[in-house]
Structures are given as structure tokens and as C-alpha cells.
């Protein structure tokens, strides 16, 4: 907790159940619970569950250039994002590599929220300000409850009138148990979900009272670490933890392409001008890795940086790994050379107790066509 300096007004919440409050981005954030995790991905995979992501940067962009300063920013094309939208995009630096990613929200003409994790999206935004008539405010009044999972909709008709129709990426401004939200639809489960941004004050019985409403239907309160078991499956990046920051290359400055990152879809079709953009047009079929999936033999899921073996030889490393006993996959996300990201190819993750067979395997394992993040009605 030394190096916290956010703080979330659900703290008192999750030390009653059991978090030491974990620092992330700044932020004591439930890491843990005294409960079985597994109990919590299953409430989000076939109920629900409720999660404070209020460690999530949010950053107001408000003014007469504030779509240039967005655009300039990120990786897709900010005028074609319409008020009540949101879109996820990329921000690179001037190597055309990976710093963040974020979800901008378009509030109105001049008016645009941006939410990053603890990557470099607040700098980023700076630098693209500077000299421009726009103001920035990194807002940490504003709380971030997280509800996910198939009976979330279910749970907010009955205090929220029209929220069956807001669509994937798209959000409204309406109350919640009397207080003023904005909810979007938006996660980071590969469920249908929403985010909650409510104010500070009103943060506690906003979760309290889904806590409680909500148990009779099976949702449960969620630790902020159950994101990377449905991560492992719906494949989901979190940054660092599966960058060059973390696992560097012999010899080179940190920093991923899109490309090797598989993220190349978040720049929209020919847009230039945005920082980084030169390079990674250039970088294009110059991967030297690519993220790909690992299907593993048995139960036992794959240690976290878990050394990615072919032949013998260490080719790459596993950034999560995890077993599902709810799909019975034993699934993760790899970082691995071009040649072995293949359908098929065998490989062995070498574990700390001992090494398991395993394949290349496309991403996602788990609803591959998406279909339930984006359900209508």
C-alpha cells in the first residue's frame, strides 16, 4: 500500500472481506478475498457479479479541440464516434508501440471521457493537449462499480426503464436507487456487463444495495483478480502483464506492436495523424512474436510466466494461464514466435512442478463469435 495514492471509498468493503488491498495503478484494489475465486467466475460466467474497477484512470476531455486532442491520441477515428458511443482504442508512442489502452467515451460535441488502465493514457492525453483550447481533469471522485454476467440486465430493469436497449459501447445518464450514474455497456468479462460511474459519495450504497438486492439471484461481490481467469479464456490483454514491460527482449527497449499484439483492428481504417502512426504502418509484417493462445493437456493450468518449450528449446513464455472447470478447457495467452502461432503446433509449458503438453490455439476459447457481450434486448 506504500505506493497508493488513490483511494476507493469501497475499501472498508473489501478489508471486511478478507483484502489486504493490493496496490494497482495507484490504488488499493481487492486482490483477494477470504472465499473460493472459483465461486467468483462462476457467478459472472452463469449469473452475475459486482467489482470495483475504480483503480481504472478516468480522465474528462473537455473543450472546442477536444476530438483533436483525442485523435491525435488514439488509434481510431474520434469523428465518427457519436454522443451516447464508446469505442476501444490504442495509444502508442512515437516507435509505433503499445503504451495503453482505453475506452473513450463521447459525451457530447465538445465533451469526451477517456478510461485507461496503468499505462501511459493521462501523458499521452497531456502531450496532445498542450497549446490546445481543451481541458483535462483526471477524476478520481468518479467510482467505477462493475456488473457482469448474463443476469446483470436482469437485475437493472428493475430500477433502470430502457436499459435492455442500450446496445454494446453505448451508454445512458439516468439514476440508480435515486443517485445520478452514467451506465455503459461495456467490461471486461467476455460477458454482457455494465459499468456503474457514480460519484464518490454515492459509490458505497450503490454496493451495498446490489450486494444485498442482488444475492437472491446468485450475484456475488467479485475480487478485481477474478478478470484474469475470464481474461485467460476470452482473451483480454491487461498491460503490463502481458507486454515487454514485463517480459522484456535481450537487448531491446521495451514495447510491443500492435501487430504482435494482435490489436491492429483498433486502428480504424486509414487513419493517420496519431501519434506513432508512421512506425506502425512500417512495423506491419515485422513481428518479432505474436500473442496466441496455449490449449493445455490435464487440469493443471499454466504457471504465470510459465517458460513455452518446442523441442526442448524455450520459444516464449505464458503471461496467464487457467482451467475451467465450468467449459473443462485448460486454457492461457502466450507470447510465442510467429512460426509456432499455428493451429496445432505442439509445445510443452514448463511449469514449476513439472511440464505440460500442450498446442498453439486461436483465441478466443470461449464464446468465439462474441455473441454474448453483445446479446440485444
Request: hydrophobic share 35%; net charge negative.
Amino acid at each position: 500500500m506504500t505506493a497508493s495514492w488513490r483511494f476507493s471509498a469501497l475499501a472498508d468493503r473489501h478489508r471486511a472481506m478478507g483484502s489486504d488491498l493490493e496496490d494497482w495503478s495507484g490504488m488499493g484494489t481487492a486482490w483477494s478475498y477470504d472465499k473460493d475465486q472459483i465461486e467468483e467466475y462462476l457467478a459472472i460466467r452463469t449469473k452475475a457479479g459486482v467489482m470495483d474497477v475504480s483503480g481504472l484512470k478516468k480522465v474528462h476531455v473537455i473543450g472546442p479541440h477536444a476530438s483533436h486532442v483525442i485523435d491525435r491520441a488514439v488509434t481510431r477515428d474520434i469523428e465518427k464516434l457519436k454522443p451516447g458511443r464508446s469505442t476501444y482504442a490504442c495509444m502508442l508512442n512515437d516507435a509505433g508501440k503499445f503504451v495503453d489502452d482505453c475506452v473513450v467515451y463521447r459525451m457530447g460535441p465538445h465533451s469526451f471521457m477517456v478510461v485507461h488502465g496503468s499505462g501511459q493514457g493521462h501523458e499521452q492525453l497531456t502531450m496532445a493537449a498542450t497549446g490546445r483550447n481543451v481541458a483535462l481533469l483526471f477524476d478520481d471522485d468518479m467510482h467505477d462499480i462493475s456488473l457482469q454476467g448474463p443476469l446483470a440486465v436482469d437485475y437493472l430493469e428493475k430500477h433502470v426503464p430502457g436499459i435492455r436497449d442500450v446496445v454494446y459501447f453505448s451508454h445512458i445518464h439516468t439514476t440508480l436507487f435515486g443517485k445520478p450514474v452514467t451506465i455503459s455497456r461495456t467490461g471486461y468479462t467476455g460477458e454482457r456487463g455494465y459499468e456503474i460511474f457514480c460519484r464518490r459519495q454515492d459509490a458505497p450504497e450503490i454496493w451495498d444495495t446490489i450486494v444485498a438486492e442482488g444475492a437472491e439471484m446468485g450475484i456475488i461481490p467479485t475480487r478485481f483478480t477474478t478478470l484474469d481467469l475470464l481474461r485467460s479464456e476470452s482473451y483480454l490483454l491487461f498491460f503490463p502483464y502481458d507486454n515487454s514491460e514485463m517480459y522484456p527482449f535481450e537487448d531491446e527497449a521495451c514495447g510491443d506492436t500492435l501487430w504482435e499484439l494482435g490489436l491492429d483492428f483498433t486502428v480504424s481504417k486509414g487513419k493517420t495523424g496519431f501519434r506513432g502512426a508512421e512506425e506502425h504502418y512500417r512495423l506491419k509484417g515485422k513481428e518479432r512474436f505474436k500473442i496466441f493462445g496455449v490449449k493445455l493437456d490435464g487440469t493443471v493450468p499454466a504457471a504465470e510466466g510459465a517458460p513455452l518449450l518446442k523441442d526442448g528449446k524455450q520459444v516464449g513464455v505464458v503471461t496467464v494461464g487457467f482451467y475451467s472447470p465450468l467449459n473443462e478447457h485448460n486454457v492461457g495467452i502466450a507470447r510465442m514466435p510467429v512460426d509456432c502461432a499455428v493451429e496445432g503446433t505442439p509445445l510443452t509449458v514448463a511449469n514449476p512442478d513439472g511440464e505440460i503438453p500442450a498446442i498453439a490455439h486461436p483465441m478466443p476459447f470461449y464464446d468465439v463469435e462474441k455473441k454474448r457481450r453483445t446479446a440485444k434486448g
